[in-house]
């Protein structure tokens, strides 16, 4: 079977993976998520940090993301709680923006720091999940999680499509060589414009703030998935896994969708609350 069907298989199982979890309701959803969260730890200690499973900070790191993620989404819910993850949210992003645009080549110390702080690693993941996980509290939860993959998604087969034929020029050779600034502006057009048209049928009129917004969640996108793909490059790893065909890994799939997630939480909860 050639890569292309493989992935193409892949894909749908895992949209109907998402699709069932969505349609039982909240509390599968959030047990779906939560178990991404899990899997996206895993990978990166295992194959990035070069860790076993049993190490104390393996288990640290996975002790905290479960606690955390379970005190915040079925113990204690309250907005103040999510307010303060989305906020958290943004700080990380902020953090790791930097280390995209402010490390310029391989550090073996960043890696040495990496690794010995590979314990975090629960924290780090636990603040996008509960961001993620803040939408499935609100009432129109269905509608506007189906909003973010649309708006997160859209970017990444937009560009895909758009860069095979018209892509000339690298938007950043040394981090990802596929990526053409052809392919980025066109991905975030249609998911934009996309996203745009779904909102307005499904959810509500679409206002000048919204378009920003949208344009601004979109571009973070493709900011996620730089962000994985200078870690790779770091250290030296083609995916963070084998474990879905044709895709690599978990965190090679929802790189992007973590980056976004506080973007969009926060951007919901300034809207509708």
Not at 23 to 36: D, E, R
Not at 102 to 128: C, D, H, M, N, Q
Not at 151 to 168: E, I, P, R, S, W
Not at 227 to 251: A, N, T
Request: with cysteine.
């Amino acid at each position: 079977m050639s890569n292309t069907k493989t992935r193409i298989i892949s894909g749908l199982v895992l949209l109907l993976i998402v699709v069932f979890s969505v349609i039982s309701g909240p509390k599968a959803c959030l047990t779906f998520m939560g178990v991404v969260g899990l899997l996206v730890i895993d990978e990166l200690i295992i194959n990035f940090y070069d860790q076993r499973r049993n190490s104390k900070k393996y288990v640290l790191a996975q002790s905290f993301y479960i606690i955390g993620y379970y005190f915040f989404n079925f113990y204690q819910i309250s907005q103040s709680s999510f307010s303060f993850w989305n906020s958290a949210g943004i700080v990380l992003n902020v953090l790791l923006l930097g280390y995209l645009f402010l490390i310029y080549k391989k550090s073996e110390t960043l890696l040495k720091v990496f690794r010995a702080t590979s314990w975090l690693t629960g924290l780090i993941i636990l603040i996008p999940l509960l961001c993620l996980s803040y939408i499935v509290h609100l009432d129109n939860w269905k509608l506007f999680l189906v909003g973010l993959m649309i708006l997160n998604f859209m970017v990444d087969t937009a560009a895909y499509f758009t860069g095979k034929k018209f892509g000339k020029h690298k938007l950043w050779e040394s981090v990802s060589p596929k990526k053409t600034v052809e392919g980025a502006i066109g991905g975030v057009f249609f998911s934009v414009l996309t996203t745009y048209f779904f909102w307005k049928h499904f959810i509500s009129e679409v206002t000048p703030f919204m378009i920003v917004a949208f344009t601004i969640i979109a571009c973070s996108s493709q900011i996620g998935d730089l962000v994985q793909s200078k870690l790779k490059r770091q250290f030296e790893i083609k995916d963070s896994s084998s474990l879905i065909p044709g895709h690599g890994g978990v965190y090679d799939r929802v790189d992007s969708l973590l980056f976004v997630a506080p973007f969009y939480a926060f951007f919901l909860m300034a809207t509708f609350q």
